[in-house]
Structure formats: C-alpha cells, structure tokens
C-alpha cells in the first residue's frame, strides 16, 4: 500500500490575500506557483475578481470582506509562516485585511502595493492610499513598490527614493525594497535593473541585467517568492536576493502569447509534456 513520505513534514505555509488575474500572469495564481516553486504552500484568501488580459485591467469586483475573513478563520489550522498581501480594490477590503492580518502578530508581512496596472488602469485612489498608509502600512514587514509606487505612497516632493523609503518607515513599515523594474533610477544604466532594500540598520542594492520586452506579473513573482523565503526562515537579506533571482529566471524562461505582454513562467524547471503524453501510476 502506498505511503505519503511527506506525511509529516511542515511545509513554510504562506497566506496570500490579493486579486484573480484570471490570465495567471499575477494575482493569486501567480503567487500560488512563486510559492510552490520555491517550496512553500499557499492559502489563498480572494480579496477582488477582475476583468483584465495581460496588458490591462477592464474592472475590479471586490469580494465580500465578511466572506475573507470567514475563509482566514476556516484556515485556522494551519501554521502560517509568512503573509502576502496584494490588491486593495476599496476600504471595506483593507479593513478585512488589517483584520485577518492581526491574527497573525509576528508573522512576517509583505506587501506589494498594486496601485496601478500597466495598461495605466487606477486601482486606487488617494483615499485609499492615505488609509493605507495609516492602517496597514504599520503592520508591514517588508513593502516592495516599484518606483512610481513609492512616489504615490510618499508624501516626499524631492525625486529620492531614500527620501521617500525612510519616510514610509517612519510610519511603521520595517524595510521597504524598492524596484527598479518601471524606469531605471538616476544613473543606473538602461540595460541595468536596480533593486534597493532600505532597512533601519541596513541598505543594500542588486543589479541585474534588464530583460527585453514588457512583463505582466513580475511584481507579484519577487513578492510571494520572497514571502515563500521568509516563512521557509531565511533571512531579509538572504530572502530578498534569492527571490529576485527567481523573479528573473521566471522572466528570462516567459512565454508571450500572442502579442501580448510576457508572463512570467514560475515552473520553468517542471518538463513539458509533449502532446499526447500522460502521467502513469503504478498501483
């Protein structure tokens, strides 16, 4: 009779509360394989469905707050190791977030700030920002916008992302690591992506080679990897250089359907079955 070897064994559990991309390109699915792909389980808590294609967002439903929390509370079982938080639609759904996240005190927190598509769709508004900012932004272990993500959450006018990072933290935050995937930094080389981790105690940058094309995903691959490399225990550091080389494998083996942007592959490594193939099992 056969027997489960994992049987036993704790996998780095990762809760995830973000919106389906029904591409797959980000979104809960995205974050789901960037977890599972770097070992981790992920529970998934809807916090929008959406109406989009891989190069915009068309309309944003935002789920039922009261049903979010009813889902964390039904996943209770569970040893959550780290969180990952993406799309906030509205205020009753960040309201449920700070919620379900306060469940959870010493769980490491990461967040990706999705203020806006890359087809240029809003997904949110000032309101929303200055709420996010006094409710969530405290509880945030590490938040990873792009540049002009950071922009949007900062109240600094000066053109310094340090500015801006260390204002952010001010309010709470623990680190913020900036992305420079959007538009490089002040001489960083076009050909060049830089990333930027700001910490109280520390600083740190990586560059990579910048990879041809447009990416729909990527934001969402580097945050629940990196989620998936904190609750597995590694360090900030550590967490942050290895999910960003797993974002840029993910992109560099990308698949582009159509003429649309590319999406991220997170199980580039799994081999392809050939048409006409099938799994066999001996029983």
């Known amino acids: 009779m056969a027997t489960s070897v994992h049987r036993h064994r704790q996998l780095p559990v990762v809760l995830v509360l973000a919106g389906h991309d029904p591409t797959g390109g980000a979104g809960l699915v995205a974050d789901a394989e960037a977890i599972a792909a770097c070992g981790g389980w992920a529970l998934t808590i809807p916090t929008a469905l959406t109406v989009q294609d891989c190069r915009n967002v068309h309309a944003v439903m935002p789920c039922d707050p009261d049903a979010m929390r009813a889902m964390a509370t039904a996943l209770a079982t569970f040893e959550v190791a780290a969180i990952k938080v993406g799309l906030v639609p509205d205020m009753a759904t960040l309201d449920a977030i700070t919620d379900i996240v306060r469940r959870f005190p010493g769980v490491p927190l990461v967040v990706d700030p999705v203020l ?133 494998q993910a992109l560099a083996h990308g698949w582009q359907p159509g003429d649309q942007q590319a999406l991220p592959r997170r199980l580039w490594q799994l081999p392809e079955i050939p048409p006409g193939d099938s799994y066999r099992v001996d029983r």
């Open 116 to 248: 806006k598509a890359g087809g240029g769709c809003e997904l949110s508004t000032a309101e929303l920002v200055d709420a996010f900012r006094e409710r969530l932004l405290p509880l945030v272990d590490i938040l990873t916008p792009n540049r002009q993500e950071l922009m949007r959450l900062s109240s600094v006018t000066v053109d310094d992302d340090t500015e801006r990072a260390v204002e952010l933290m001010t309010l709470g935050c623990q680190a913020v690591l900036v992305t420079g995937t959007d538009e490089p930094a002040r001489g960083v080389a076009a050909n060049r992506v830089a990333h930027t981790l700001h910490a109280p105690d520390l600083s740190r940058q990586w560059s990579w080679e910048r990879l041809d094309g447009q990416y729909h995903g990527s934001g969402c691959t580097l945050a629940a990897s990196l989620a998936a490399r904190l609750a597995a225990g590694e360090t900030l550091v550590t967490a942050c250089e290895q999910a960003q080389a797993f974002t840029w």
